[in-house]
């Protein structure tokens, strides 16, 4: 499992910061996703994209 900080909307960031203020901890939110499973030829696609953009990509499963 992978996770990148989450994006949060105005009223997920509001819950966030009650949240702080009540226990005076700083939070943290994170999205979490699997891995997915690919072939020979989606990882020599997706190595050259990660070239050309000198990033690493992960192939991820959606719910969609």
């Known amino acids: 499992m992978m996770c990148s900080f989450a994006t949060l909307d105005h009223e997920a960031l509001k819950i966030l910061e009650n949240v702080e203020g009540e226990t005076g901890k ?32 992960v192939a991820i499963k959606t719910e969609h």
């Open 26 to 57: 700083t939070i943290l939110a994170y999205d979490c996703f699997v891995p997915e499973t690919i072939g020979e030829e989606e990882i020599h696609k997706i190595r050259e994209a990660e070239k050309k953009l000198c990033r690493t990509l």
